[in-house]
C-alpha cells in the first residue's frame, strides 16, 4: 500500500509559479512510476506529466512541455514534485498525483492523492 498527500497548491497570477508536492508513504517508493494529472470543472482528468521509479525518465503532456518539470527525490523524502512556471489560466485545475506503472493513462496508477486545488487568475 501507498499512501499519498499531495501540496503546494494555490492561487497564483498568470506568468507565476508553484511548485507541487506529492509526500508518499512506505518503503517501495523507488519501485512506482509516478504521474501527475489534473481535472478542471467538467472536463475529464487529464495527463500532465509522469517520472519513472529510478526517475530517468520523464513524460510530459504537449500542453505543459516546457513550463512544468517533473522530480522525484527517493533516497530522502520519498516525495514527487511538480514545478510549474509560466502558469497560465488554462491551468486552473485541481492537481493529483497518483503511483503505479506509469503511462498517461489514469487507469495505469494504482494509488491517487487527495488532489491540490491551483487556480491560476488572468
Known amino acids: 500500500q501507498v499512501q499519498l498527500v499531495e501540496s503546494g497548491g494555490g492561487l497564483v497570477q498568470a506568468g507565476g509559479s508553484l511548485r507541487l508536492s506529492c509526500a508518499a508513504s512506505g518503503r517501495t517508493f523507488g519501485s512506482y512510476g509516478m504521474g501527475w494529472f489534473r481535472q478542471a470543472p467538467g472536463k475529464e482528468r487529464e495527463f500532465v506529466a509522469s517520472?519513472?521509479?529510478?526517475?530517468?525518465?520523464?513524460?510530459y503532456a504537449d500542453s505543459v512541455k516546457g513550463r512544468f518539470t517533473i522530480s522525484r527525490d527517493n533516497a530522502a523524502k520519498n516525495t514527487a514534485y511538480l514545478q510549474m512556471n509560466s502558469l497560465k489560466p488554462e491551468d486552473t485545475a485541481v492537481y493529483y498525483c497518483?503511483?503505479?506503472?506509469?503511462?498517461?493513462?489514469?487507469?495505469?496508477?494504482?494509488?491517487w492523492g487527495q488532489g491540490t486545488q491551483v487556480t491560476v487568475s488572468s
Open positions: 517520472i519513472s521509479g529510478g526517475g530517468t525518465s520523464t513524460w
Open positions: 497518483a503511483a503505479g506503472r506509469n503511462g498517461s493513462r489514469p487507469d495505469g496508477y494504482d494509488y
